[in-house]
């Protein structure tokens, strides 16, 4: 690897050539980084567990390790995880008013092109938010502030930082047992680590990274609302015909 400087100083995003140097004689030296004077990268020496504690408590730091200094590439993986959960999520809702004890009621299960569609709807949506987002941020960082953006950097960080949605898997697990508060703390969960993810990325203040949140939120719901409209007006003309 000749890549100079591609690592991050997790404590103050400086840049850095290396985390550690290996001495010949089976020695390891953690480099302290020449800005602020602490270890470069602390987490190398942490257990994977001590990690995800401190990023799922939102730390700059843990979110500079995994985005800058590792090469975690999962975020696809994960995404279509956790896309799989919501649209059984969603299925599952979709018909859990039709509760029957009738085991000729087998045949919803044959309506699985429905869970597809949910599939579908929620990777829309997912792509919405992140539309939003990097649209908002290539309009203020790129266009007002003359900033370069790393947009598959972004996205990556966007996707990761989505991790949250396995939470949905207890609910998955224990159908019918989930509240909308349950789901709201998961969602705001996933939208302070997605916020969370954006501010590292760029380096960029609290409100910038929130205002890019809120702005992919609401395209995210925008398309949710007219994807919902077009369902109900496809429904009428198949029970008018
Ligand atoms: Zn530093």
Redesign the pocket.
């Given at each position: 690897m000749t890549l100079k400087n591609h690592f991050r100083?997790v404590?103050?995003n400086?840049k850095a050539a290396e985390l550690h140097r290996d001495y010949s004689n089976g020695i390891l030296k953690i480099t302290i980084?020449e800005?602020?004077q602490?270890p470069v990268d602390k987490y190398i020496e942490y257990d994977p567990v001590i990690i995800l504690i401190d990023a799922t408590l939102c730390k700059t730091q843990a979110f500079r390790h995994i985005l800058f200094n590792t090469n975690l590439n999962i975020h696809w993986k994960l995404c279509v995880f956790c896309l799989l959960c919501e649209a059984y999520l969603r299925w599952s809702r979709l018909h859990g008013s039709e509760q029957s004890s009738d085991p000729a009621d087998i045949i919803r299960y044959t309506k699985e092109w429905e869970f597809y569609g949910m599939f579908g709807l929620a990777a829309l949506e997912l792509s919405a938010f992140c539309g939003g987002v990097l649209c908002f941020l290539w309009a203020v960082v790129g266009r007002l502030q003359g900033g370069t953006l790393d947009f598959g950097l972004l996205l990556k960080a966007l996707l990761l930082s989505c991790y949250g949605k396995v939470l949905l898997i207890p609910t998955v697990i224990w159908e019918h047992d989930y509240s909308p508060l349950c789901l709201g703390l998961i969602k705001l969960f996933v939208l302070t680590s997605n916020s969370q993810a954006i501010r590292v990325i760029l380096n960029s203040s609290r409100r910038l990274s929130l205002m890019a949140v809120c702005l992919g939120l609401l395209t995210e719901t925008c398309v949710a609302q007219v994807c919902q409209r077009l369902q109900w007006s496809v429904q009428d003309v198949w029970m008018y015909e």
């Open positions: 100083c404590e103050c400086e980084c800005s602020c602490k």
